[in-house]
């Protein structure tokens, strides 16, 4: 309890209680489950007794006016609408049938008897002064495009920035987020693969350091503070509502997000009224280009790396039947001679595989050429390590499937393909791998391999791509 002083120069009982700065700034933008929270539950019952919480139901309920007894049901969490996604169970919490939400359970079940509950209390005082320590220089092409996207946050219109892999992109954005610092605008940088959050975390942090900055994926540590920077996993922005004034989405062409209409609904749903959302990707699908024309977004382009060296052209060749002779227990020749090229000439390098079974079948046989040989895949605890001793020179080489294909920068890396005509290997796809070589001023250049069992579409379409990248350029 606290006492609080009157006019008649007395005090009085006041019953109302200390906000604490660590529960203020968790909750600030964050819609959570009342009864999964990083605090006492006797604590947070105290807030929501002072009016400090607003409440929602985790499900929403429509009845229908027209049909008997027909409902529809919309997670508040995820804002999922698709009905087959809700399912019917007995709840042992209030004894009775509820309905749950499929689509994002595994950030914890959200049912119809949940609360949600979003921060209704005072907010932090906003620091407005932040710096930015870089000692990098702009080309022309890069200051065009980051003062474009300045222009398109001042006047709250959204905008695509749409560079080359390797065009800097990242450093692109450093004017940009300073001048939203600046402004007390709460900024989120958001992305649909959690080793890209991992990648720009500490380059933030190193530029910025003076901002707390937040990053949130999948098992994320607790961090202190309230965060003016958010880096996070896009399927983290279930978890925040009404919460940023800007959003960037970084790799906004990468799966899941161009597929999961729920994930582009959780940008929406976390950026503030008249937020601006900016996009950023080296391949934005067809999609993307139409709304961003239909909208009069804001739009930079840029056809050319930083270091001024066109993009390494990817290079076909057959691997006839390799499925098959890696079941058997043997490296194909052609794959072979690659990979002993690049461990005599001491080059690290990514082979990417279509399925993780393959890859799995691969590995033990890859490291009987070298035992410090590594394989990786998005559920892979260990893939922050194994792409780290990559970056290192610990070990030579990483077996990977298109978890890597983006948001990672190895100097003077190689890369192979297997199984390029595989459906999971898009043009899109493509690209992004063949952008993860060259990237260093220093290795320019580098071997970009398509081993395939038949050319398809979608390789021709990636080569060609890249070809015209480079005239433009």
């Known amino acids: 309890m606290l006492y609080k002083l009157v006019k008649e120069n007395h005090f009085i009982l006041y019953k109302g209680i200390i906000i604490e700065p660590q529960i203020r700034d968790f909750f600030i933008g964050r819609i959570w489950t009342r009864m999964n929270t990083p605090f006492s539950q006797e604590k947070i019952e105290k807030y929501i007794e002072q009016n400090y919480f607003n409440k929602k139901h985790g499900i929403s309920i429509k009845r229908s006016i027209k049909l008997f007894n027909?409902?529809?049901y919309k997670c508040n969490r995820c804002h999922n609408e698709q009905q087959d996604e809700f399912i019917h169970y007995d709840c042992a919490r209030c004894n009775k049938t509820c309905v749950y939400c499929r689509h994002c359970i595994n950030m914890g079940r959200i049912t119809s008897c949940t609360d949600l509950l979003l921060w209704n209390g005072p907010k932090p005082k906003v620091k407005k002064t932040h710096d930015l320590v870089w000692s990098g220089a702009f080309t022309d092409l890069q200051s065009i495009a980051s003062q474009q996207l300045i222009e398109s946050l001042k006047e709250n219109r959204?905008?695509?920035?749409h560079a080359v892999c390797g065009a800097g992109k990242t450093e692109i954005l450093f004017p940009a987020v300073l001048f939203a610092l600046n402004k007390g605008w709460r900024t989120c940088i958001a992305t649909p693969r959690t080793d890209v959050v991992l990648e720009l975390f500490p380059r933030l942090q190193k530029v910025f350091p003076k901002t707390t900055i937040?990053?949130?994926y999948g098992s994320a540590p607790s961090q202190p503070g309230y965060p003016q920077l958010v880096?996070?996993?896009?399927?983290?922005?279930?978890?925040?509502?009404?919460a940023f004034d800007v959003v960037i989405v970084d790799e906004a062409?990468?799966?899941?997000y161009t597929y999961d209409e729920a994930l582009q609904k959780a940008v929406i749903k976390a950026k503030g009224v008249g937020a601006s959302i900016a996009l950023v990707t080296a391949t934005p699908s067809v999609k993307i280009l139409a709304q961003v024309k239909r909208e009069k977004w804001g739009y930079s382009f840029i056809s050319k790396r930083y270091h001024g060296h066109p993009l390494p052209i990817p290079r076909f060749e057959p691997l006839w039947a390799y499925a098959k002779i890696i079941q058997k227990g043997r490296i194909p020749k052609k794959l072979l001679d690659w990979t002993t090229a690049r461990l005599e000439n001491k080059e690290p390098f990514l082979i990417f595989f279509p399925t993780i079974n393959l890859m799995e079948?691969?590995?033990p046989l890859f490291q009987q050429l070298d035992e410090k040989i590594l394989s990786v895949h998005a559920e892979d605890p260990g893939r922050k390590e194994k792409v780290l001793k990559l970056r290192n020179e610990d070990i030579p080489g990483l077996l990977t499937t298109t978890i890597l294909e983006r948001g990672i920068t190895i100097k003077n890396v190689q890369v192979a393909v297997v199984g390029a005509e595989s459906k999971i290997f898009n043009s899109s796809a493509l690209i992004q791998i063949s952008g993860r070589v060259g990237r260093?001023?220093?290795?320019?250049?580098?071997d970009i391999v398509f081993f395939h069992h038949g050319i398809t579409v979608e390789m021709d379409e990636a080569r060609n791509e890249i070809i015209r990248f480079n005239k433009e350029g």
């Open 70 to 72: 027909y409902k529809t």
């Open 158 to 161: 959204h905008h695509l920035l």
């Open 214 to 216: 937040h990053a949130l």
């Open 231 to 242: 880096i996070a996993t896009t399927h983290q922005l279930f978890r925040f509502e009404n």
């Open 253 to 256: 062409d990468a799966f899941p």
């Open 361 to 363: 079948k691969a590995i």
């Open 440 to 446: 260093n001023v220093l290795f320019p250049c580098g």
